[in-house]
């Protein structure tokens, strides 16, 4: 039982951080292609997608 509970909240909060990874993405004033790549990889792959991003990916420009 603490198994299950430990694995769903692991898998909700990387759900949470993707999602605002996207958000994130959709921010920056990359062009849409590069967009789509970079969303389709957090996508794809949550976790390793989400930390390529972290390192290497397009930062969200909110100072508009």
């Known amino acids: ?6 694995s769903g909240l692991f898998g909700l909060v990387i759900f949470c951080l993707d999602v605002w ?5 959709i ?3 990359e062009k849409t292609s590069t967009k789509i ?3 389709l990889l957090v ?5 390793i997608g ?3 991003w972290w390192f290497a990916g397009p930062k969200a ?4």
């Open 61 to 64: 420009n909110y100072n508009r």
């Open 1 to 6: 039982m603490q198994f299950n509970l430990f």
């Open 27 to 29: 921010n920056t004033n």
């Open 37 to 39: 790549i970079w969303i």
């Open 21 to 25: 990874a996207i958000a994130s993405i």
């Open 43 to 47: 996508a794809v792959l949550p976790v």
């Open 50 to 52: 989400l930390l390529i």
